[in-house]
């Protein structure tokens, strides 16, 4: 069963006919206002098919037109043969994962070779002696640490020592 609005639409566009016809027009309140209303339709659809018909194109602007149609036409075609693809592609992936771990090997490698496995830091200290009386202090040891740079700083470290010995004072 058709609507009123499927219905008026089909009576504007001339595609009712016989039986379907008569009852339409019998259910409309005013036939007269809705006959000019359709004469009124007509008219615009033909001033609207007049106005808005294609304009005709000069050469260059066919030329031009053309050459956008087949830009469009070989953008279509190449998105459809290889889908909705972004950048990073696994192809893409993989090498990029590869780059990345061959830089990294690189640089470990030159950067290992700046440094001597023998050569001692120069943030290393050296002890220089310990003394502990083992009668005062069973548990205790010192450490004296001297660094080799040009600060020349002296560091004394005790463990588990109660008392300093005399030999330790100040000088």
Same mark, same amino acid.
């Given at each position: 069963?058709? !609507?009123?609005?499927?219905?008026?639409?089909?009576?504007?566009?001339?595609?009712?006919?016989?039986?379907?016809?008569?009852?339409?027009?019998?259910?409309?309140?005013?036939?007269?206002?809705?006959?000019?209303?359709?004469?009124?339709?007509?008219?615009?659809?033909?001033?609207?098919?007049?106005?808005?018909?294609?304009?005709?194109?000069?050469?260059?602007?066919?030329?031009?037109?053309?050459?956008?149609?087949?830009?469009?036409?070989?953008?279509?075609?190449?998105?459809?043969?290889?889908?909705?693809? !972004?950048?990073?592609?696994?192809?893409?992936?993989?090498?990029?994962?590869?780059?990345?771990?061959?830089?990294?090997?690189?640089?470990?490698?030159?950067?290992?070779?700046?440094?001597?496995?023998?050569?001692?830091?120069?943030?290393?200290?050296?002890?220089?002696?310990?003394?502990?009386?083992?009668?005062?202090?069973?548990?205790?040891?010192?450490?004296?640490?001297?660094?080799?740079?040009?600060?020349?700083?002296?560091?004394?470290?005790?463990?588990?020592?109660?008392?300093?010995?005399?030999?330790?004072?100040?000088?």
């Amino acid at each position: 069963m058709k !609507t009123f609005e499927e219905k008026w639409t089909a009576w504007l566009d001339g595609q009712l006919s016989g039986k379907e016809l008569a009852e339409f027009e019998a259910s409309l309140p005013d036939l007269e206002a809705a006959e000019a209303e359709k004469r009124d339709a007509l008219r615009l659809g033909t001033f609207l098919k007049e106005q808005l018909a294609a304009q005709a194109l000069s050469n260059e602007e066919f030329f031009s037109h053309q050459l956008h149609q087949r830009i469009a036409h070989a953008r279509e075609d190449r998105s459809r043969d290889r889908g909705t693809s !972004t950048w990073w592609t696994i192809p893409r992936l993989v090498w990029s994962g590869a780059a990345a771990l061959a830089l990294f090997v690189i640089t470990t490698v030159v950067l290992m070779s700046q440094h001597q496995p023998g050569e001692q830091s120069e943030y290393l200290t050296q002890i220089l002696n310990s003394r502990v009386d083992p009668a005062a202090n069973p548990n205790a040891t010192i450490y004296i640490f001297e660094s080799k740079n040009d600060n020349k700083v002296t560091v004394l470290w005790t463990e588990g020592l109660q008392s300093l010995p005399a030999d330790y004072a100040a000088k």
